[in-house]
Every structure is written in structure tokens, then in C-alpha cells.
């Protein structure tokens, strides 16, 4: 904070004249946002988000908040006495955690976000899958990676049918922000916990988003090495996920940009949510951060 103090009024308008030709692009553009990691859990992090959201939305671009909340519901559970099962990235969810996910994810958790975006300037109203009919699913039948004659039963685990977008773009009509909790529902009026990132993924893709972040606590995709992989294309990805590289939780994060960059969401990024004001750096300046994927 010294040093920005320290920064001259000439060079503080320079920079912002230096983001005026990426507010012109995107103005009138949606960002779609997964909102996850470190930044939900640090306090400063978090208020860089608010302001992040809420400066978009000022300078004319329409963000939407998707936002996880793996951490929360792990906390909850363990005051119940219940312990977290994944397989393949994909939290196992019987009748009692579904409960629990409702809870945290549509109330402490997005009213938290949409409290910090509104102290910040913004207008943020929450919704989950079931507003407006948002978010039709079905029960995930999930394959076995290494052996497809295995299903996986992970419970009220949801796999999207289909996304209908009205809601979303009611409310970016009338100068609000969209800030989303990634639960779907079913013929019978059942809920289904819905992995976030996947979410984030159709619903850039149904909204047509200029751009899609997911944000994570690592600088990107990695290879085995550690090292950042700043561009991959979709045959890249294939070679990745063969030979285990991406793997576990990044599984569906990377397969969900895949498909949306697929798809014709104009840029999918991975960013590191541990840097402050990690989407300004993204949108509005020509520096690259954290790993893109194309399609091609």
C-alpha cells in the first residue's frame, strides 16, 4: 500500500490511460468469474475481488460470479462429524452433505461475496441453480478414468442439462451482479451439488462471455516440472491428461474451459487467485497471467 501511495499523480493517469483501449473492447462484454481458493479465505484478497467485480461493472463490462466453496463445506462437515470423500475431483454427496452444501454454499457463502461486493460500491444479488429455473440436472454417472466398465456412485452429484441464462440477464439489465452458487436441480424438484468450475464453464458458454477465469491457488497448469504452461490448445490438454499431469481437482476445471473455449468463449484463463487484483491485471493489461486455453 506504501508504495502506491508513493506513486506520482502523472503515472497513476498514465496507467489509467494505458487500460482505456481494453475498456473500449470490452465494454458491454460479459466476464464469467469462478471465484475459489485463497482469494474466498483471505480477507485482503477478498476485498481485492469486491473491488475488482465492482470496477468492471462500473466501466461498462457485465461480470457474473460463480463461486466454489470446498473449503466451507469441508469445515461444516467436520463439525458434524463427517468426513469429505472425492473421487476423480468430485465430492461424494449422500441426502445429509447435499443438506450441508445447500447451507453453506447458498447462504453463508454467497451472502458473504455479495456483502463484500455491495460494501464495495456494487449491487450483487445471489442466486442459486433453482432461480428462475436457472439450472436443470441429472444425477452424474461418473466413469472410472482408467477402467469405463466401472461407475462411480458419488451421490447427489449433478451433471447440467441444461442452462437457461434469463435471470442472469435480467439482472445485468438492470446494473446488478450476478453472484452464483453452483447447486442444480431435478425433474423431481431434487438438488444436485454441481462441481463450480463446471458451472462456470456452461454458463460462460450459454452467455456468450467474452471471457471465462477461473481462479485457483496455483500460478496456472504446471507441468511435472513445476513449470507454467502460459498457452495450451486442446491437443495439448489430451497429451496432458494422458499422462496424468492434470489431475484430481483439475480434472473438471480443465476439461470445463476446454469445452467452453470449444465452444466460442473468446478466452479461457487460469489465474492465480493468490495475486491481488489477479482479473485487473488479467482484462486490462496486455501482460499475461496464469495459463490460457484454445481451442485450436
Known amino acids: 500500500m506504501t508504495d502506491l501511495l508513493s506513486i506520482a499523480p502523472r503515472d497513476k493517469a498514465?496507467?489509467?490511460?494505458?487500460?482505456?483501449?481494453?475498456?473500449?473492447?470490452?465494454?458491454?462484454?460479459?466476464?464469467?468469474?469462478?471465484?475459489?481458493?485463497?482469494?474466498?479465505t483471505d480477507p485482503a484478497l477478498q476485498a481485492d475481488f469486491a473491488e475488482d467485480v465492482v470496477l468492471l461493472k462500473l466501466v461498462g463490462m457485465n461480470p457474473v460470479v460463480v463461486h466454489g466453496g470446498?473449503?466451507?463445506?469441508?469445515?461444516?462437515?467436520?463439525?458434524?462429524?463427517?468426513?469429505?470423500?472425492?473421487?476423480q475431483g468430485m465430492r461424494v454427496t449422500d441426502a445429509e452433505t447435499m443438506e450441508v452444501v445447500e447451507w453453506v454454499l447458498a447462504g453463508e457463502v454467497q451472502?458473504?461475496?455479495?456483502?463484500?461486493?455491495?460494501?464495495?460500491?456494487?449491487?450483487?444479488?445471489?442466486l442459486t441453480g433453482r432461480d428462475g429455473g436457472m439450472i436443470r440436472a441429472q444425477k452424474l454417472k461418473m466413469v472410472d478414468s482408467k477402467d469405463p466398465s466401472i461407475e462411480h456412485d458419488v451421490g447427489q452429484v449433478g451433471d447440467i442439462v441444461?442452462?437457461?441464462?434469463?435471470?442472469?440477464?435480467?439482472?445485468?439489465?438492470?446494473?446488478?451482479?450476478?453472484?452464483?452458487?453452483?447447486?442444480g436441480f431435478g425433474e423431481n424438484n431434487e438438488s444436485y451439488n454441481i462441481?463450480?468450475?463446471?458451472?462456470?464453464?456452461?454458463?460462460?458458454?450459454?452467455?456468450?462471455?467474452e471471457k471465462l477465469m477461473l481462479l485457483t491457488n496455483t500460478p496456472g497448469v504446471l507441468d511435472?516440472?513445476?513449470?507454467?504452461?502460459?498457452?495450451?490448445?486442446?491437443?495439448?490438454?489430451?497429451?496432458?491428461?494422458?499422462?496424468?499431469?492434470?489431475?484430481?481437482?483439475?480434472?473438471?476445471?480443465?476439461?470445463?474451459?476446454?469445452?467452453?473455449?470449444?465452444?466460442?468463449v473468446n478466452a479461457v484463463h487460469i489465474i492465480d487467485g493468490r495475486v491481488p487484483h489477479a482479473m485487473l491485471l488479467e482484462i486490462l493489461t496486455d501482460q499475461a497471467y496464469g495459463t490460457m486455453i484454445r481451442s485450436h
Open 14 to 40: 498514465e496507467i489509467l490511460a494505458q487500460a482505456l483501449p481494453y475498456i473500449r473492447k470490452f465494454h458491454g462484454k460479459t466476464m464469467v468469474i469462478k471465484y475459489g481458493g485463497n482469494a474466498m
Open 70 to 87: 470446498g473449503p466451507q463445506i469441508e469445515t461444516a462437515l467436520n463439525r458434524l462429524g463427517k468426513k469429505g470423500e472425492f473421487i
Open 111 to 126: 451472502q458473504d461475496i455479495v456483502g463484500l461486493i455491495n460494501q464495495a460500491g456494487g449491487k450483487a444479488v445471489g
Open 162 to 183: 441444461s442452462i437457461d441464462p434469463s435471470v442472469v440477464k435480467a439482472l445485468q439489465d438492470d446494473a446488478f451482479i450476478p453472484v452464483i452458487s453452483p447447486i
Open 195 to 209: 462441481n463450480a468450475d463446471v458451472v462456470a464453464s456452461k454458463l460462460a458458454t450459454v452467455l456468450r462471455a
Open 224 to 264: 511435472k516440472a513445476g513449470n507454467l504452461l502460459t498457452d495450451l490448445t486442446a491437443r495439448r490438454i489430451e497429451e496432458l491428461f494422458a499422462d496424468g499431469t492434470i489431475s484430481g481437482g483439475m480434472l473438471p476445471k480443465i476439461a470445463g474451459a476446454l469445452d467452453a473455449a470449444k465452444a466460442g
